[in-house]
């Protein structure tokens, strides 16, 4: 259902409600209502980040919507969408904050109810972020495997240029690893499947890694 054919379904329980008697079409306003403001929230929350991203400049109101979007989703019992909304408020902490022991347990959990569902979009988002905080607290090794799972999670859903920002991840990582050749491979990589779906941000983001991962 369109957003639009939820705020008419809305509207139509209301009269059933305020004209009609109809007391159970209250509880159902509330379902239809939080089906609407669910992914608005989630909406708003994602556009604030990529302000902060842009200008590096906080809002709190992104905490907020991600939160309120989390709740949401729970109640409607909209497991991939409250995997989303945990993931990204797990992001509000590492990101924004620099606060990944903070974020790791939205990660953790963002991660857990997405493979139940099967939502491998989520999961690759939610695992490549744990792997940043295994980096950061110097557990290569996990970082690393980690950081292949959302790859791979990324090629089979067919998320190209998740895959090439992945790419990027690992090469980051090799490097810091003292592995520039394969930080080169995976730069190399990343740039082939970013010019295959015209990921411009992405390549952006590789020009600016070989300027820092020399052989």
């Not at 259902?1 to 209301?14: I, S, Y």
Request: hydrophobic share 45%; net charge negative; aromatic share 8%.
């Amino acid at each position: 259902m369109r957003g639009q054919d939820w705020v008419e379904r809305a509207g139509e329980l209301f009269e059933a409600a305020m004209f009609g008697g109809d007391a159970s079409a209250l509880d159902q306003s509330d379902a239809v209502l939080d089906a609407v403001e669910a992914p608005l929230s989630m909406s708003r929350g994602k556009v604030l980040h990529v302000r902060f991203l842009n200008d590096r400049e906080e809002n709190s109101q992104e905490l907020v919507l991600f939160e309120r979007a989390a709740e949401l989703y729970k109640r409607l019992g909209d497991v991939s969408g409250e995997a989303d909304a945990l993931f990204w408020i797990g992001c509000w902490h590492q990101v924004v904050k620099g606060d990944g022991v903070a974020g790791a347990p939205y990660f953790e959990r963002s991660y857990a109810l997405a493979k139940s569902v099967d939502d491998r979009m989520t999961m690759s988002y939610a695992v490549r972020h744990l792997g940043f905080a295994d980096k950061d607290a110097g557990h290569f090794d996990q970082a690393r495997e980690r950081l292949t799972e959302s790859v791979t999670l990324r090629r089979e859903i067919g998320f190209r240029p998740g895959e090439a920002a992945g790419l990027v991840a690992l090469a980051y990582l090799a490097a810091e690893t003292g592995d520039t050749s394969a930080a080169l491979r995976h730069l190399d990589e990343a740039q082939s499947v970013a010019e295959s779906c015209g990921a411009k941000a992405v390549s952006g983001w590789i020009e600016q890694a070989r300027t820092l991962i020399r052989p």
